[in-house]
DNA sequence: ATCAAGATTACCT
DNA sequence: GGTAATCTTGATA
């Protein structure tokens, strides 16, 4: 169990520069969901950027709709959609307000709540030993296990049960980049960032 | 009103 | 490695 009054909540200031660098420097950051008396706790390992202004893939990038006006917010609000007619899917809202730019959170590596997480998950006890590394290794799977749907989306993360704690950046060597996945669009931007050699990452 | 596509996952061979 | 499942959204009429 993490102690969250033990490292500082992550700043407006964080989130409000270009979704890149926000991207980079969420990997090893923890992403806390407060519910009660569950702490969910995860670290953060594999991440994807998208910008509206200059990526077809990006849910911005043809203008404000109703699903997409939280990424439209200034950075540090939180947008949770709904796809494949099953899974949700969470982000981060980057940049400046009217911008429409956020990162998605695709893979964790569980730090607290996790026999909640694997409740949520599987509905039953883990299988085997390596079923582990199924739980937050997707980014379906990561609001699955934390129980985000809906009714987060638009939750102000400077200000809410779910936040951001501030840990060490990754040292630049301990960073993959690759092309994002599941897209059709744009597809030839290098916009996945993760944690070589994690075994919690999707894939 | 209708329709195609989707920032995925689980299960199959 | 391939694909069915499932339903919301955004575009077009």
Not at 186 to 192: A, G, P
Request: charged share 25%; with cysteine; aromatic share 12%.
């Amino acid at each position: 169990m993490i102690d969250t009054t033990k490292y500082p909540v992550l700043p407006r200031k964080f989130y409000i520069r270009p979704v890149l660098t926000v991207a980079k420097d969420l990997l090893g950051k923890v992403l806390i969901r407060q519910n009660g008396k569950t702490l969910f706790a995860g670290r953060i390992i594999e991440v994807e950027a998208y910008d509206g202004n200059v990526d077809e893939a990006a849910h911005t990038f043809k203008g404000k709709t109703k699903r997409n006006e939280v990424m439209f917010n200034e950075g540090g609000y939180f947008y949770v959609y709904f796809t494949y007619g099953a899974h949700f899917c969470c982000n981060v809202v980057t940049g400046k307000q009217n911008h429409g730019s956020a990162v998605l959170i695709r893979a964790l590596e569980p730090l607290s709540g996790i026999d909640e997480m694997i409740k949520n998950r599987f509905g039953r006890k883990l299988k085997n030993e390596k079923e582990i590394f199924n739980l937050t290794s997707g980014p379906g799977k990561v609001c699955k296990a934390f129980g985000f749907n809906r009714e987060h989306t638009g939750l102000d993360l400077t200000n809410s049960q779910v936040f951001i704690l501030d840990r060490p950046k990754l040292k630049k060597d301990r960073i993959g980049i690759s092309k994002r996945i599941g897209i059709t669009k744009s597809i030839n931007l290098q916009w996945r960032f993760f944690e070589i050699g994690n075994p919690y990452l999707s894939r």
